[in-house]
């Protein structure tokens, strides 16, 4: 049985918004990966311990960092980060919400054929919405991360500065790839 004949494709409208909001679920994860790799590799934070399930599926904490789920990202977050408010966090929590309702359900919750225009408007209409809380966190992932490549940066160039004072060329790079 062909699983498209009982449904039909988003419209290029639907298919749009959900791209956009995917893309900023993206950023974040991206961004909240770069944050605590580089925060790590530079004794700013412990290395994330692996649970005894996840020293079964990863060899060591990059590679947990590479592959872990956006939850298990936030919680290694929380774990080593204050923010400023609680409410952050609730924005974040809101986000990962969000994003997995994106990639899991959203779009396969709907017969596309059958949708009035106004049906389509309320689809496009909450994945906005949760465009918005998607943009919102990742607002928040940003300002760690530019607050983490400035205090990164004073590490180098202090580093920079030791090298030159005795007399030694500074290392190249030190700093992870940035994303």
Request: proline share 2%; hydrophobic share 40%.
């Amino acid at each position: 049985m062909n699983p498209l004949a009982s449904k039909t494709l988003p419209s290029r409208e639907i298919s749009y918004h959900y791209c956009v909001a995917m893309f900023m679920a993206q950023q974040f994860e991206d961004d909240l990966r770069y944050i605590l790799d580089s925060a790590q590799h530079y004794g700013l934070v412990d290395e994330l311990e692996l649970s005894k399930h996840e020293k079964r599926k990863f060899k060591d904490s990059a590679e947990l960092l590479e592959n872990a789920t956006w939850g298990r990202l936030v919680i290694a977050l929380k774990q080593r980060v204050n923010l400023p408010s609680e409410k952050h966090w609730e924005i974040l929590d809101a986000a990962l919400c969000d994003r997995n309702h994106l990639a899991h359900k959203l779009l396969v919750q709907f017969d596309y054929g059958g949708l009035t225009t106004r049906e389509e408007e309320k689809i496009v209409q909450v994945i906005h919405e949760m465009f918005l809380r998607l943009w919102t966190a990742v607002q928040i992932i940003r300002a760690l991360k530019r607050s983490l490549d400035n205090k990164t940066d004073h590490i180098d160039a202090s580093i920079d500065k030791l090298f030159q004072e005795c007399g030694m060329e500074s290392p190249k790079t030190r700093k992870r790839a940035r994303r």
